[in-house]
Each structure stands twice: as C-alpha cells, then as structure tokens.
C-alpha cells in the first residue's frame, strides 16, 4: 500500500533512482520529508542548517543556502507542500522561511542579506554582508517569474507579480506588483472579494518527454513541425508534440517549453508554433494550454517568460498552486524584439515590429511598429509613417 502511493506521487519511471535521492537527502539535509523530491540542484550550501517538508518539489538548478554570518546560526526553512521553481535561489543567513505550499515561479531570488556599500574606498563585493530581518513568505502565496525578496516578510495567500523587488513587508490576502513592490489589490472579507488598494484603509502538467541535443531525423516524428534548418540546444522541459516550428528557428540553451494537457482532471489542447527565422536566447520559459505564437524573425533575449496561463487566486481557502488555471492565447508579431527578462501574459497580442525592454511586464495588447517599457509595459514610442521616424508617445 505505501509503495503504491510513492510510485502514484513520484511515478513508475525512475522510482527507484528518486527513492535513493530521497534517502541521501535525508542525511544530507537537517530534515527532508517524505515524497519530495530535489531535480539536479544547482549548488546546496549548509545543508545541515535546512530543513525541507513533505511532498515538495524543489526544481532545476536551484541553489539552496544557509550559511551563518560569524557568531550566528542560520536557518532555511522549506514546509510541506511547497513548490520551487527551475534557477530559484534562496539564501538564508540568519531565517529564511517557506510556509506550507508556496509556490515559486522560475529564477526568483529570496535572501536576507545584501552586499553592503557605504564605503567608496573598497569594491561592493569585498564589503561586509548586511543582514536584513528574518524573511517569511506566508501559507498558499505565489512569487511570480523573477520576483526578489530581501528582508522581508509576506503574508498570507499573497500574489507577487513578475519581476516585483520586495523589500518591505506585504500584509496577508494581498496582490503587490512593482520594483519596490506595492499592494495593488487586498481580500475584503465582508464582500468576499477582492478589492483594488488605494493604500487606505477603507496536477502539474504532463511534461511530455525531456529530449537533449539530438539529431534532426531523431527528433523530428516528436514535433508538429520540424525542419532541418531548426535547433534546439539542450532544453530542460520540451513537450515536441505540441510544438510547429518554421524554418531557421534557433532555441538556446535551458529552455522550457511546455504545453500543459491537464490541470486538476481537466484536459486542454496545447499549440506552440515559432514563424519562420525566430531566434531565442537562453533560459526560455514558454507556458502553453491554449495557443502562443512567435511571428517570423522575431528575436527573444534570455530569461524571457510568455505564458497564456494564469493560475486563479480567488478562492482564498484554497492554495492557489491547488486552484484552476484560466488560459487566453498570445501572438507575438513578425520581426520582433524582446528583451531580457520580459514577461508576456496570458491574453496579450504584440503587434508587428514591436520592441519590449528589459524587464517590462506586458499585460495588455500592443500595437504594431511601438516601443514598449515598464511593469506594466506602456508605449513609449511609434513610428511615424509620414515623416518616417519614431516619435516619443506623451
């Protein structure tokens, strides 16, 4: 009987192998629970000091610390039910707390420390550590792509948006979005709803099969579309049966491109297709359960996210990892330019020669031949086809 609710958590496929990992865990770690499970670690420092609860996921690549400044202990604390993203890196001094079933999206970075600066004799990295206070990230909330919090606590069933900084404390049943990061929305508990903030008071998707760095005649039965110009280096996550790709098209290194079949017994009909020329850098983080589309020559830099899922939050008993996915297609437009650590949500269209900079969230359309910037991203400029040059939007 307990075999067979391991084997329905972890899978048949490579039981044996990730029963031994559990059990080297267990005695590298200060606690590791049962039925978790650490996919290829980055760098693990302090074990000793780090405690991981049951069934938790901690995935690629993550680097986990927990090294004490001199004269101290430290501690990294990983409760039940949490859900680490792929690049994730944690980094306690002092304590730094995971509460039950957080879940994390990919490269976010969480530390109760900084470099220190304050003197301009000596470079930034030979000056001291800075400790900040003990770092807590409340019961059931989501860190979305990016996020980085340092020396703060967050509450309760929080939202935090995509390439938020969190350097202040969020208060329980809270949306914060930004760099710093500010409550946008909070739970009102007497409507039962969700309520703009005016700073007043008033089943993990099927991954389809990894495939690595192999040939054209090996890869292409798996793909929709493949063709013998295309490559494909080395990704992490791929699911080829959901995938077009058109001729010349280039993914770099890391990538996770993924078209999610099934969320919480219900079922959806992924379609990736990538225009002819695109060209991606490293570390690209592609969600899919409805339809996403990469117009011809259109060129993504490293660490981009675009995904047409959103994970609901509304039901506040209910951790949001647990909640079901809502899901509205995303076009990117030919001869593109998206910049480094860009994030493109669900239901957004990017029009035709368009350029995104770096770390802007986009989460509404945007029109063809515009510069776009920001969290949320916002037009900064057009092209003019009269005079034939790009003019500043006011």
């Excluded at 995904?307 to 509205?328: G, L, R, W």
Aim: hydrophobic content about 40%.
């Amino acid at each position: 009987m307990i075999i067979r609710i391991i084997r329905k958590t972890w899978g048949h496929r490579g039981f044996p192998f990730r029963l031994l990992k559990a059990v080297f865990y267990k005695l590298k770690f200060r606690r590791f629970g049962w039925l978790s499970y650490v996919n290829k670690p980055l760098r693990i420092d302090g074990a000793k000091r780090i405690s991981v609860g049951n069934k938790c996921t901690i995935q690629y690549k993550t680097w986990l610390a927990a090294l004490p400044l001199t004269g101290q202990d430290a501690q990294l604390v990983i409760e039940d039910g949490c859900n680490i993203g792929n690049f994730n890196h944690i980094y306690s001094t002092h304590s730094v707390i995971l509460r039950r079933n957080v879940l994390t999206a990919d490269k976010v970075y969480i530390s109760d420390n900084l470099h220190g600066y304050e003197d301009i004799t000596i470079p930034i990295c030979r000056q001291p550590i800075v400790q900040k206070p003990v770092v807590e990230i409340g019961e059931g909330s989501w860190l979305g792509e990016n996020v980085c919090v340092i020396g703060a606590k967050i509450g309760k069933h929080c939202v935090i948006g995509a390439n938020s900084v969190v350097t202040k404390d969020i208060p329980d049943y809270s949306i914060a979005v930004g760099a710093p990061a500010k409550v946008i929305k909070q739970y009102d508990f007497n409507e039962n709803k969700w309520k703009r903030f005016d700073g007043k008071k008033g089943d993990e998707a099927p991954m389809g099969g990894v495939i690595s760095s192999v040939s054209y005649l090996q890869r292409k039965p798996f793909f929709k579309k493949y063709h013998f110009t295309d490559v494909i280096k080395s990704p992490i996550i791929i699911t080829p049966h959901c995938i077009e790709l058109g001729e010349n098209v280039h993914i770099g290194y890391h990538a996770r491109i993924e078209g999610v079949e099934r969320w919480n017994n219900k079922t959806f009909s992924p379609q990736i297709i990538f225009g002819d020329g695109a060209s991606v850098q490293q570390n690209l983080h592609l969600t899919c359960a409805n339809r996403v589309v990469i117009g011809a020559n259109t060129a993504i830099a490293a660490n981009v996210t675009i995904t047409d899922i959103h994970h609901s939050y509304d039901d506040v008993e209910i951790p949001i990892e647990h909640q079901m996915i809502q899901v509205k297609e995303v076009i990117i437009g030919e001869d593109c330019k998206i910049y480094n650590n860009a994030v493109i949500l669900p239901g957004v269209h990017i029009g035709k020669h368009v350029t995104i900079g770096a770390n802007s969230v986009v989460n509404h359309d945007i029109p063809e031949y515009s510069v776009a910037v920001g969290n949320p991203a916002k037009v900064v400029k057009k092209y003019n086809f009269e005079t034939k040059e790009w003019i500043k939007v006011q």
